[in-house]
């Protein structure tokens, strides 16, 4: 009986999408960033008002969110002008086609990207049951700490990455990859030594024993963040086609990695398979962009990065004897090894924003 107000929600939901995104790339940063807001507010306000107030349970909920984004569609509409770029007579075949073929790629790849974050949810209930397969998602609630950075980052980084010039876009690319996963890896790095302690805060005592599961799956969400960030790439060139292979190839890798795995080692089984197969994604990418843009992806600190939160991540999970001082100490070396990348980031940016001294002729 809520179909129609589906296809509604959905609708809404896509020309506010279209529209923000229209005003991001006409450079309106300041319009973009006060709708965020806006639509934010509305959106508490109408789910108090139609669930609160009127108590119109999961209608109003619907309601709610289609009447805060058909605000933001025409705030977003009237205030940039919108209007001044719809033209019928402008429509232009070719055009059309081109990114109709840039486009459909998308779609499968969005399904296998889909695939590869939900299958171990339905194998561990098929294999394991219900229970653990709470346990399994509640402990990838974590790991969206490192989602939630990266989309903050990757929001701001592929405007700049398309606007930048092609023949600056090695080095600029292997500035920000270099920068990206450092900032990622040590925030993974202390995301685990703190993981039960996070784990303790943050869920109830029936679930508390999620946290076993967290290490693996942060270890799986950095490989899954290094390889949108390489997606990127695909996104300059227009290359969706090899979007679509590679994170196909990661979740069939996937499936048959949870099928062998969650028998043997039970959910951390799934967590593993999820890990190996964002592995494979990236490698195949880090091999194929470099058709396209020849960045440098520092592979020393890289698999520095990558030993050390595997050895955090089992020295964790099998609770070694003297776990603590173990993780402390390589969580310390991954901070070390990575602080200058870090710094050296955040110095260039603090020397963009400050002004340049005026000279004054006499």
């Known amino acids: 009986e809520n179909t129609m ?45 139609y669930l609160v107030v009127l108590k119109w349970g999961i209608n109003g909920y619907m309601l709610a969110m289609i009447s805060a984004d058909t605000l933001s569609t025409l705030f977003l509409f009237y205030v940039a002008g919108l209007r001044r770029y719809l033209h019928i007579r402008g429509l232009n075949l070719s055009t059309s086609r081109e990114m109709l073929r840039y486009s459909i790629p998308m ?3 969005s399904i296998f990207w889909w695939v590869n974050n939900m299958a171990s949810r339905y194998m561990i209930a098929y294999f394991m049951g219900e229970e653990y397969n ?15 950075m990266s ?19 090695a ?6 990859f270099l920068f990206y996963q450092s900032l990622i ?9 703190f993981s039960k302690v996070i784990t303790m805060i943050l869920v109830s005592d029936s679930f508390y024993e999620s946290w076993k599961y967290i290490p693996l799956l942060l270890l799986s969400t950095i490989f899954s963040c290094m390889s949108t960030f390489l ?64 960045m440098h992806f520092h592979p020393m600190r890289l698999t ?23 993780e402390l100490i390589l969580t310390v070396l991954m901070v070390v090894a990575n602080m200058s990348a870090l710094l050296a980031t955040v110095a260039q940016l603090l020397l963009k924003r400050r002004p340049h001294p005026q000279h004054h002729e006499e």
Do not use: H
């Open 5 to 49: 107000m589906i296809y509604v929600f959905v609708l809404m939901s896509s020309m506010r999408s279209l529209c923000s995104q229209f005003v991001r790339a006409k450079g309106y940063v300041k319009l973009y960033a006060i709708d965020g807001l806006l639509s934010t507010a509305t959106t508490i306000f109408f789910n108090v008002l």
């Open 107 to 109: 779609i499968p790849n």
């Open 134 to 148: 709470g346990l399994f998602a509640v402990a990838y609630k974590i790991p969206t700490i490192i989602v939630l």
């Open 151 to 169: 989309n903050i980052f990757m929001d701001a980084w592929q405007m700049s990455a398309v606007s930048d010039s092609p023949d600056k876009r």
């Open 171 to 176: 080095s600029f690319f292997t500035r920000v």
């Open 185 to 193: 890896c040590t925030a993974a790095s202390g995301l685990i030594l």
């Open 231 to 294: 997606g990127s790439v695909y996104m300059v060139e227009k290359k969706s086609m090899l979007n679509f292979i590679t994170t196909g190839i990661g979740a069939v890798i996937n499936v048959v990695l949870n099928f062998l795995f969650i028998p043997i080692f039970g959910v951390n089984g799934a967590a593993f398979a999820t890990f190996l197969s964002y592995f494979v994604v990236f490698v195949l990418r880090v091999i194929d962009t470099r058709r396209f843009i020849p």
């Open 304 to 326: 520095f990065n990558t030993l050390v939160l595997l050895a955090q991540a089992f020295i964790m999970i099998f609770e070694v004897k003297g776990w603590i001082f173990f």
